[in-house]
Every structure is written in C-alpha cells, then in structure tokens.
C-alpha cells in the first residue's frame, strides 16, 4: 500500500470514528434531557390534576390532601417530601393507609411515592394521601391551598387545591 493510501485510509477511519463518537454525545444529551424530564420550553413533564384538601374545623389537628400525579416523560420520578404554608399546618407527610391482620386501618408515614414514565399515582382516601398535621386553622369548603411538591428528579411544582366538605 502506497503511502498516500494509508494516509488516506488513516484520515477515512478517523472521521468515521469521529462521527460515532458524535452521535454517541448526541445520544448522552437526549438521555439527559429525558432523565431531566423537561420539554422544549423547560416545563416539568410531572402535572397534577384534581387536587382537593378535605375541610377540617375543630381541634382534629390533622386533614388529607389527594389528587392525581401524571408523568407524561420517558423516566419515571418519584414523588420526595410536600409542603404547605407554616400559616396552615405544621408538616406534611407523605401517608399510606393499609390494613392490618386485625381488619384495621391504619395510617403511616412512607419514604416516597413513585410516579411511572408515562403514567400516574392517584393520592385518594384510604390509600396513599399527604397528611397536612398540626393544622393552625380551620379549613373551609371553596378555600384554596397553595402545596409544594418536590421530586426526586429535582422538580418542585406549586399545586392549587381545593378545600371540599367531607363526604
């Protein structure tokens, strides 16, 4: 092979490893952008729809938040921690209710709550709910709550919720 073949040769190989490796970063990027979970403007691609407070009046202390979490990415993300006004309540807590060997219900704190790429996580009554404790005041039915959620993706979104009379 003459020497101008294999510089040739040596130069052909080189670009087409350079476009792999190209395509490859390319690649890296779009991997970062579906875990980052954002849209071409930035936006979460975690909403929330039907989010509701149940009212609360007395001394109980304590009242449920639920609503529907949608992850429309392509990665899951999990639901971290919650907040609400220190004018409102004390803590939120991210709750479970299940039922023991005894039949009874009970309630009690979990770690997180995992939203599916492409799919939602209903927060209802008698299942998974934020438990809004050491309420600071009445809540009553057509009031709106301002709730923080913070994900483990980074995402942190302001929900509106309503308060509704219990049923």
Partial sequence: MTRVRR??????????LGVRLIGRFGDEDDAADKANDTGPSGASAITVRDAWVHAIAG??????AFMIIENSGGAADRLLSA?????IAGAVEIHETTV??????RM???????????GSVKLEPGGI??????MKRDLTPG????LT???ASGVQLEVSASVRAPE
């Fill in 7 to 16: 510089v040739l040769l040596v130069i052909l190989l080189a670009a087409v």
């Fill in 59 to 64: 001394s109980s202390g304590i009242t449920g």
């Fill in 83 to 87: 907040g609400v006004s220190a004018e």
């Fill in 100 to 105: 023991g060997e005894d039949q009874a219900m």
């Fill in 108 to 118: 009690r704190p979990v770690e997180g709550v995992d939203v599916p790429a492409g």
């Fill in 129 to 134: 709910h934020l438990m809004l404790l050491d």
């Fill in 143 to 146: 009031e709106t709550l301002t």
């Fill in 149 to 151: 959620l913070t994900f």
